[in-house]
């Protein structure tokens, strides 16, 4: 096991911190009963932040990047592409305790991405596993990939559109495509 600091990437201006608080609530009361592991579909670094939100209500949060689309966090850390991640123990490599990462935070860790080359995406393993680690967090929120494919195994979503991108027919769509991919999405973000 090993531990970062996160410090700089959960940096937020006292307004940002004040709407990101007001969503993890809404998100919380949405959550009730639907379950613990919440799936973010838009940008990486909003839904770390969303976690960081959960974190201070004083959640114990669990942060997973499942986005194998791209690999925001394990860039960020200049880890290096070796580091053992959530798409590594999908494929039988390591075990679900071995790829979490501590942070400077006691209630927040992290599970980076891992190796995404020649990735075969089996949505049996990675539900199998965050519902691992939904027994022993508050809450996990997973960052998922564009698709939703990752997300469609987690209890819920919330789409992140950046406010230039918003439309209402374009979040509209997208939630209909995400359901298509069995997501049950409880809401919009608009990230400014």
């Given at each position: 096991?090993?531990?970062?600091?996160?410090?700089?990437?959960?940096?937020?201006t006292p307004l940002e911190a004040?709407?990101?608080?007001?969503?993890?609530?809404?998100?919380?009361?949405?959550?009730?009963?639907?379950?613990?592991?919440?799936?973010?579909?838009?940008?990486?670094?909003?839904?770390?932040?969303?976690?960081?939100?959960?974190?201070?209500?004083?959640?114990?949060?669990?942060?997973?990047?499942?986005?194998?689309?791209?690999?925001?966090?394990?860039?960020?850390?200049?880890?290096?592409?070796?580091?053992?991640?959530?798409?590594?123990?999908?494929?039988?490599?390591?075990?679900?305790?071995?790829?979490?990462?501590?942070?400077?935070?006691?209630?927040?860790?992290?599970?980076?991405?891992?190796?995404?080359?020649?990735?075969?995406?089996?949505?049996?393993?990675?539900?199998?596993?965050?519902?691992?680690?939904?027994?022993?967090?508050?809450?996990?929120?997973?960052?998922?990939?564009?698709?939703?494919?990752?997300?469609?195994?987690?209890?819920?979503?919330?789409?992140?559109?950046?406010?230039?991108?918003?439309?209402?027919?374009?979040?509209?769509?997208?939630?209909?495509?995400?359901?298509?991919?069995?997501?049950?999405?409880?809401?919009v973000i608009i990230d400014?």
């Amino acid at each position: 096991m090993f531990s970062v600091n996160i410090d700089k990437l959960i940096k937020m201006t006292p307004l940002e911190a004040e709407s990101y608080a007001k969503a993890a609530d809404s998100l919380e009361n949405l959550l009730a009963d639907k379950g613990n592991m919440l799936a973010v579909v838009g940008s990486g670094m909003s839904s770390f932040k969303l976690a960081a939100a959960f974190m201070e209500k004083e959640k114990r949060v669990l942060f997973v990047d499942a986005d194998f689309s791209q690999e925001v966090f394990l860039g960020k850390y200049k880890l290096g592409k070796n580091l053992k991640g959530i798409f590594d123990y999908t494929q039988g490599e390591g075990t679900a305790k071995d790829i979490i990462c501590v942070t400077n935070r006691e209630k927040l860790d992290v599970v980076f991405t891992g190796n995404v080359e020649n990735l075969r995406f089996d949505g049996t393993a990675l539900k199998t596993v965050l519902e691992e680690y939904a027994k022993e967090y508050d809450l996990v929120v997973v960052q998922s990939d564009e698709q939703g494919r990752t997300a469609g195994v987690c209890d819920a979503a919330v789409l992140i559109l950046e406010e230039s991108q918003y439309s209402e027919l374009t979040a509209e769509t997208r939630i209909a495509e995400l359901d298509k991919n069995g997501c049950t999405v409880l809401g919009v973000i608009i990230d400014e």
